[in-house]
């Protein structure tokens, strides 16, 4: 019968074609990532050089390892952060739309784009990873009715077979990151971050591999205070932070 469910898949695209979410033009539902050719090839990739701790583009010859301007003399509790993307055009505009219009299935496309941060040799090495996503606040996600950071773990998790593990909460509502700078954001988002409310959270987490997952990657403030609770309280060994695209240093042409 596998010519009859393949006859009847082909009725159903012809009548509700599978469509790129950035042009609308009919998609082949195997593509993988889901955008059509000309929507791929305008992604801006994120591609070394980079800083080795924050994932910050460098434009120009380096040779050997980069630390930023931004990370030096700067602690940070995560191990290292990369982003697949810079946030640029076509892709800022699905995060967008993901996060603000409330189109959860594009989860399943930005997902996907945050698996080639597996080409990081850094990430790619090791097959025991836990996926934690950053969590929303209680009343923001009540508001949103989803956390998009949750959404591209379960992608993630279904394309690795990694766990997924809500190991984080937020404990208070902090105001707005968008318009404060590295400094406000940090005491912005102090104290903001604790381990759920389960028991067997620390045994869970504590001499693990943590995946940190978000969307973007803007000055690391937030990812810095999701770290600091899994590493001190959860005793997690390492957390490395990736996520689909990275505010900053914009892409050359």
């Given at each position: 019968m596998t010519w009859f469910r393949k006859g009847g898949q082909a009725i159903v695209d012809l009548i509700y074609p599978h469509l790129c979410p950035g042009c609308n033009d009919p998609l082949d539902r195997e593509r993988f990532p889901a955008l059509c050719d000309a929507c791929s090839f305008s992604l801006h990739p994120l591609d070394p050089p980079f800083c080795e701790v924050c994932g910050e583009k460098f434009h120009g010859v380096l040779h050997g390892a980069l630390n930023c301007w931004n990370c030096r003399g700067r602690a940070v509790s995560f191990d290292f952060a990369r982003s697949g993307y810079h946030a640029h055009e076509l892709l800022r505009d699905l995060i967008h739309r993901l996060k603000y219009g409330r189109e959860i299935a594009l989860s399943r496309l930005l997902g996907q784009l945050l698996l080639r941060n597996w080409e990081d040799r850094r990430i790619e090495r090791h097959?025991?990873?836990?996926?934690?996503?950053?969590?929303?606040?209680?009343?923001?996600?009540?508001?949103?009715?989803?956390?998009?950071?949750?959404?591209?773990?379960?992608?993630?998790?279904?394309?690795?077979?990694?766990?997924?593990?809500?190991?984080?909460?937020?404990?208070?509502?902090?105001?707005?990151?968008?318009?404060?700078?590295?400094?406000?954001?940090?005491?912005?988002?102090?104290?903001?971050?604790?381990?759920?409310?389960?028991?067997?959270?620390?045994?869970?987490?504590?001499?693990?591999?943590?995946?940190?997952?978000?969307?973007?990657?803007?000055?690391?403030?937030?990812?810095?205070?999701?770290?600091?609770?899994?590493?001190?309280?959860?005793?997690?060994?390492?957390?490395?932070?990736?996520?689909?695209?990275?505010?900053?240093?914009?892409?050359?042409?």
């Open positions: 097959r025991d990873w836990i996926l934690v996503p950053v969590p929303l606040h209680r009343s923001k996600e009540q508001e949103r009715q989803f956390n998009q950071a949750d959404e591209l773990c379960r992608v993630v998790a279904a394309e690795t077979g990694l766990e997924r593990l809500g190991a984080l909460r937020r404990t208070r509502a902090t105001a707005s990151q968008a318009r404060l700078d590295q400094e406000m954001r940090l005491e912005n988002l102090k104290g903001a971050f604790a381990l759920a409310k389960r028991r067997d959270i620390v045994e869970r987490i504590a001499g693990r591999r943590i995946l940190l997952v978000d969307d973007v990657f803007t000055t690391g403030a937030t990812t810095h205070e999701c770290a600091k609770v899994l590493k001190g309280h959860g005793k997690a060994s390492m957390v490395a932070v990736i996520t689909v695209a990275r505010a900053g240093t914009p892409p050359l042409g």
